[in-house]
């Protein structure tokens, strides 16, 4: 009984944690700062890549890990400044540039690093409950993405740092006019933003393959779980991806991933016909 | 109503315009007598996918609604033209009927998806996931069809592999019909999208195309005039899908195939690009951009091998950064800008949210 | 005009093409066209395969060519897009008038490419195994199907590690036909399906999968999951300590996963293949040191790869034998039977009636070290199913897709 239940639990975390990780990055970029980013895959394959360059160079998982995720923030700081910057006024734009960059990107990788990578390996450790055996490492990423969670609620809600970055997105120019630099305050929000996504790939890379458009199977969820999530991303992220999870986890243990794929896709249509506004409008909504 | 050709809502009202699209269109009549076949053929084809990108032109640059939905019609009017053509035949003229049926079953689905979104108010990017949802959804669903159980009538879906087995497209003539392939196709496709493009020229310099423009603008204040911003948009949706469809059955019948990697990511997204590329708030910048970079695409493709890719990324990116609101948009204000004579017509900003 | 203009200046560019070393061969060349994707999600086939072609015709253009003939290859890069091998086969057929067409590697690209071969009444080989049933005059397929690696794996598995199978497989028309495959094989031998599962392609999560099976206790996988994405499940099993013997008809020698995951993921992953690049005969071992010469950094010279370079030579042999590239020649050719190459797997043939081809098959397996042993050689197999269900093309040519669901109306 008590397997079983472990059993759905486990399969609800993995689901949960996959689209909690993936749309971190996402809840940043595109949730607070209203750029349609396209590139999100590629932050997370290169993400993926530096953790692993970084694994072979020697260094712990958990390190290099961490240089996956810096790595991928440091890229998405330079870029912020190179190509982003010009087009905060005008967010569909942004979706052409993003667009462009992820070609670029992917084909780049492919020509330079070629078509394939030697993986990692997970690390390896599990236990066992009842007949079912489980990987730890899967509940160390359900445990990243809630720590994900907590840190970006902390992050924009009690640090200095934070509260600039809602202002500037709410009203850049009254922002800066009360003292706030603004192009500063893009260029980390979107750093941070990036360092998501590469975090989501160096987590997930011990147990993927690692081609150069390995970013593409995290795109649609992303996307997904952002905008069920609504408006303000710090609210509604979290109840997107646990209602998401729950329906997929349901209909992939009921008819097969097939279906639990294509429910995703009609839950999201429903949940946005019910809740026009995403979890996010309905919850502040019964707040007031 | 011939007089509606011109108006606020289209780039391109003086005679010199006028004087230019009728060379054009004379270059392109008598393009075939020059060209080798492949040529002529593989013109028609880009001209294919030209009217899917119209569709999206009207629902989002004139109405602001961003739908990721023009490959989710494409592919109804795609399969549907498929079956219909298995199953009842395409002798007598019945394969413009079947195309007649696919777009009309397209238009249907449309105006059930679009009533669920408009009239329940969806929008922004709200409405493009939801599209995107319904579009990657009915991508896996067609991806699972392979088995036998899967048939309509005689027509297999045959899943992942795709539909086969269709006939093109054929007039009804005395002595047998005719096949439209090649140079009978491009003049078939041609003379369709050129009354495409007039009717969609006469339709946003009309009442409807004003009032979609001021929605898109500020939907509260067009609201408070009186008028009932969902009809419009509603309007424009399912017209807009129904140009998917036509794309849809003119693939189809082109290739005699079609799968569902024609429905899913990447494909759902080109239509977006192209429109955005040449500049989604008018018409003509969005027929001659589309056209010229799934030309350049194909160029790229060919002769540069594996740059390929990259180069088109590059080209992108340069673009939007030095030629805002899209390229043949910033073209034609340059154009009406140099001879400053004619008329000159003050554009609304398109800037939409 | 715009348009006028860009297309005079496309005429104008040279087009791209692949020639052998410039010789005086006489005559006017063979052109062969060429379409493996190089680029997008499946560049990691399309790569060795494009290799395999180039490495065929330097070796026969410094050879002589084709009865004096150089060939003259050229290759276009559809990146994994369906309506691109559309246009490209249209395109090399009409406007470069090529002799033949090569290429394709999922079978979605195959089925764009024949209904334009068979409309032009072109010629076109396919190298890549496949779930076969293809029953079409213009088409010659190089690679294995399913009697030839299916019928020689499924047995030895259940013989060796049990009759309780568990199938995952990629939710495309592969998957369902090779998964039924699976149970047509496995009925006579009293086997038993515990569990099936299909998977659609991009899915890179399987944690549901690998609880499935747990319950299900088979003893042994039977893995047609296809795909950069899918394979994920080789190392999320293996952390979750599902380490059950596993057969498949494309891994190892295809997808070469033991090169690129870290050992133990694909520990006791067997295969039925015709081409694996750890193969030792002298004619094999000349064939990589070939290779590799020409291409140092290949990664692995998967079977994709070696039947793209088997196909040439074949091509060459048919079109001597014919002395014509004219498809109906050529076709001639293979009805007499006997139409056979040496390749560097062992002597193969194409068969008249399926026009497919018989290959040297061999059972292989992975350890936990990754290293590739052979446990058993079945000899030459024959690609005997579509002559057996009734697709004989020596007299009647359906152009249609068969499977057994869905066979031919006896005559």
């Known amino acids: 009984m008590f397997a079983d239940l472990f059993a759905y639990f486990?399969?609800?975390?993995?689901?949960?944690?996959?689209?909690?990780?993936?749309?971190?990055?996402?809840?940043v970029i595109f949730g607070m700062m209203g750029i349609i980013n396209m590139a999100h895959g590629e932050f997370i394959m290169c993400g993926a890549y530096a953790t692993t360059f970084a694994y072979h160079a020697g260094l712990p998982l958990p390190l290099a890990q961490a240089c996956g995720a810096i790595v991928a923030g440091v890229i998405g700081i330079i870029l912020e400044a190179v190509l982003i910057r010009p087009f905060y006024s005008r967010p569909l734009d942004s979706l052409l540039i993003t667009w462009g960059l992820s070609l670029?990107?992917?084909?780049?990788?492919?020509?330079?690093?070629?078509?394939?990578?030697?993986?990692?390996?997970?690390?390896?450790?599990?236990?066992?409950?009842?007949e079912y055996g489980f990987s730890t490492y899967r509940m160390i990423l359900f445990a990243a993405a809630l720590c994900v969670l907590g840190f970006i609620y902390l992050l924009f809600k009690r640090t200095r740092f934070g509260v600039h970055a809602r202002a500037t997105m709410q009203n850049a120019g009254m922002a800066q006019a009360l003292g706030v630099r603004r192009n500063r305050i893009y260029a980390l929000t979107f750093g941070v933003g990036a360092a998501l996504a590469g975090l989501c790939g160096a987590l997930y890379a011990p147990t993927m393959t690692l081609i150069p458009t390995m970013g593409a199977t995290f795109i649609v969820e992303s996307f997904v779980t952002v905008v069920v999530g609504g408006a303000n991303v710090l609210l509604g992220t979290a109840p997107a991806a646990v209602a998401l999870a729950i329906t997929r986890t349901a209909l992939n243990g009921l008819y097969g991933q097939v279906f639990g794929q294509i429910g995703l896709l009609l839950a999201v249509v429903l949940i946005i016909r019910v809740l026009p506004e995403g979890f996010s409008g309905w919850l502040a909504k019964r707040a007031s | 109503m011939l007089h509606l050709l011109n108006g606020p809502q289209t780039m391109g009202n003086g005679r010199a315009f006028w004087a230019c699209a009728c060379l054009v269109l004379l270059a392109a009549l008598i393009y075939p007598v020059f060209a080798d076949p492949y040529d002529v053929g593989n013109f028609a084809y880009f001209l294919i996918w030209v009217f899917m990108a119209l569709g999206l032109c009207l629902m989002w640059g004139y109405g602001g609604m961003l739908s990721f939905g023009q490959t989710f019609f494409f592919g109804i009017g795609g399969y549907a033209y498929g079956v219909l053509s298995v199953d009842l035949g395409s002798a007598y003229g019945m394969a413009l009927g079947n195309f007649a049926l696919a777009v009309l079953l397209a238009g249907v689905a449309a105006a059930i998806l679009g009533y669920l979104m408009i009239y329940g108010r969806i929008g922004g990017v709200f409405f493009g996931i939801v599209t995107l949802a319904v579009t990657l959804a009915l991508a896996y669903f067609l991806g699972q069809t392979a088995g036998p159980e899967w048939a309509i009538g005689k027509a297999r879906l045959n899943g992942f592999n795709g539909m086969q087995g269709m006939s093109p497209l054929s007039l009804p003539w005395?002595?047998?019909?005719?096949?439209?392939?090649?140079?009978?196709?491009?003049?078939?496709?041609?003379?369709?999208?050129?009354?495409?493009?007039?009717?969609?020229?006469?339709?946003?310099?009309?009442r409807f195309g004003n009032v979609l423009v001021a929605l898109r603008e500020d939907p509260q204040r067009t609201e408070l005039l009186g008028y009932d911003v969902r009809r419009f948009q509603f309007g424009a949706f399912v017209i807009g899908s129904m140009l998917a469809a036509v794309s849809g059955v003119l693939y189809t019948a082109w290739g005699q195939f079609i799968t569902p990697a024609s429905i899913g990511l990447p494909a759902a997204a080109m239509p977006i690009v192209w429109v955005a590329f040449s500049g989604r708030s008018d018409l003509t910048a969005v027929l001659v951009g589309t056209f010229v970079l799934l030309a350049a695409f194909q160029t790229l493709t060919i002769y540069s091998e594996q740059a390929a890719l990259i180069l088109m990324g590059v080209i992108l990116i340069v673009t939007v950064m030095f030629v805002p609101h899209g390229c043949f948009v910033g073209l034609g204000r340059i154009a009406a800008w140099l001879p400053r004579r004619g008329r000159t017509v003050r554009r609304p900003s398109a800037e939409v949210g | 005009m715009k348009r006028r203009s860009l297309l005079s200046g496309v005429a104008a560019l040279p087009l791209f093409s692949i020639v052998g070393r410039h010789s005086a061969l006489g005559a006017d060349p063979i052109k062969i066209g060429l379409l493996e994707d190089i680029s997008g999600d499946l560049a990691m086939?399309?790569?060795?395969?494009?290799?395999?072609?180039?490495?065929?015709?330097?070796?026969?253009?410094?050879?002589?060519?084709?009865?004096?003939?150089e060939i003259k290859l050229t290759h276009l890069d559809p990146q994994g897009d369906n309506a691109r091998y559309q246009e490209f086969a249209r395109r090399l057929l009409q406007r470069d008038k090529v002799d033949v067409l090569i290429g394709g590697i999922t079978s979605a690209s195959r089925e764009a490419i024949r209904p334009i071969v068979d409309r032009m009444n072109a010629l076109y080989f396919y190298t890549n195994q496949y779930e076969g049933g293809v029953c079409d005059g213009n088409m010659i397929s190089v690679g294995a199907v399913p009697e030839q690696q299916l019928s020689t794996l499924i047995p030895w598995m259940v013989e060796k590690y049990g009759k309780r199978v568990y199938t995952i497989a990629a939710d495309y028309n592969f998957g369902h036909l090779s998964a039924e495959w699976g149970r047509t094989i496995l009925k006579p031998l009293n086997g038993q399906i515990v569990g099936e599962e299909?998977?659609?392609?991009?899915?890179?999560?399987?944690?549901?999968?690998?609880?499935n099976i747990q319950n299900a206790k088979p003893d042994w996988l039977y893995?047609?999951?296809?795909?950069?994405?899918q394979d994920s499940f080789f190392e999320q099993a293996s952390a979750a300590g599902l380490h059950l013997p596993m057969g498949s008809p494309i891994k190892i020698m295809?997808?070469?996963?033991?090169?690129?995951?870290?050992?133990?993921?694909?520990?006791?992953?067997?295969?039925?293949?015709?081409?694996?690049?750890?193969?030792?005969?002298?004619?094999?071992?000349?064939?990589?040191?070939?290779?590799?010469?020409?291409?140092?950094?290949?990664?692995?010279?998967?079977?994709?790869?070696?039947?793209?370079?088997?196909?040439?030579?074949?091509?060459?042999?048919?079109?001597?034998?014919?002395?014509?590239?004219?498809?109906?020649?050529?076709?001639?050719?293979?009805?007499?039977?006997g139409a056979c190459i040496d390749a560097p797997e062992g002597e193969i043939c194409i068969d008249p009636k399926s026009q497919h081809t018989s290959h040297h098959m061999r059972l292989i397996s992975v350890d936990a070290q990754h290293h590739v042993h052979v446990d058993k050689d079945f000899g030459t197999i024959q690609p005997y199913w579509l002559g057996q269900v009734g697709c004989d093309l020596t007299k009647f040519d359906p152009k249609e897709q068969f499977s057994p669901d869905h066979l031919p109306k006896k005559m």
């Open chain 1, 10 to 27: 486990y399969q609800f975390a993995d689901v949960f944690a996959f689209l909690v990780l993936s749309a971190a990055g996402l809840a």
């Open chain 1, 104 to 130: 670029v990107v992917t084909q780049g990788t492919l020509i330079v690093l070629g078509s394939s990578m030697p993986g990692i390996g997970t690390p390896s450790g599990g236990f066992h409950i009842g």
């Open chain 2, 174 to 206: 005395f002595g047998g019909d005719i096949d439209l392939e090649e140079t009978p196709l491009y003049y078939f496709v041609l003379v369709l999208l050129v009354g495409t493009y007039l009717a969609l020229r006469m339709l946003v310099n009309a």
């Open chain 3, 45 to 69: 086939m399309g790569l060795p395969k494009l290799h395999g072609s180039l490495l065929a015709v330097e070796e026969i253009n410094g050879k002589g060519g084709i009865m004096g003939r």
């Open chain 3, 198 to 211: 299909f998977i659609p392609l991009g899915v890179s999560q399987f944690a549901q999968t690998i609880q």
């Open chain 3, 223 to 229: 893995m047609l999951n296809v795909g950069a994405a």
């Open chain 3, 254 to 337: 295809l997808g070469f996963e033991h090169k690129r995951f870290a050992p133990p993921a694909l520990e006791n992953m067997h295969a039925s293949a015709n081409w694996f690049e750890e193969l030792d005969t002298p004619a094999a071992n000349d064939f990589k040191k070939r290779w590799h010469a020409k291409y140092p950094k290949e990664p692995y010279i998967n079977d994709m790869g070696y039947n793209a370079y088997v196909a040439l030579y074949m091509y060459k042999m048919l079109v001597e034998g014919a002395k014509s590239t004219k498809k109906d020649a050529i076709r001639k050719v293979i009805d007499k039977g």
